[in-house]
Nanobody, 133 residues
Framework: QVQPVESGGGSAQAGGSLRLTCVYS????????IGWFRQAPGKEREGVAA????????YYADSVKGRFTVSRDNAENTLFLQMNSLKPEDTARYYC??????????????????????????YGQGTQVTVSS
């Protein structure tokens, strides 16, 4: 397992859209957890979205629910984050996070990425998203 690689960040106007891509390397592991978090300057790290591969269930922070969609291309080990209706407060550096362990439930996946004490094994260098009003 290696560090994931993010791409697709950039600038957008409020109300616009961006799509982030993460290429990750997880092999020979069933039912693992992957997702995204973000961090803005001077702010705490914030979990954004998680996907539990055991069920395909997805989970979102309240701040992005209904606007962001996480999905994956299993064949290519690629994770996406489609971000619509962007707001200036979405401005942050976005990171792809992976938990390359077999885990037992989506609730546990939620906790590992979106919980009060995030705990993931690998994350990438991040990609910057800037939204102007």
């Amino acid at each position: 397992q290696v560090q994931p690689v993010e791409s697709g960040g950039g600038s957008a106007q409020a109300g616009g859209s961006l799509r982030l891509t993460c290429v990750y390397s997880i092999y020979d592991v069933m039912n693992y957890c992957i997702g995204w978090f973000r961090q803005a300057p001077g702010k705490e790290r914030e979990g954004v979205a998680a996907l539990y591969t055991g069920s395909g269930n997805t989970y979102y922070a309240d701040s992005v629910k209904g606007r962001f969609t996480v999905s994956r291309d299993n064949a290519e080990n690629t994770l996406f984050l489609q971000m619509n209706s962007l707001k200036p407060e979405d401005t942050a550096r976005y990171y792809c996070a992976t938990v390359p362990e077999t885990i037992g439930s989506g609730a546990y996946c939620y906790g590992r990425i979106l919980g009060a004490k995030p705990d993931f094994n690998y994350y990438g260098q991040g990609t910057q998203v800037t939204v102007s009003s």
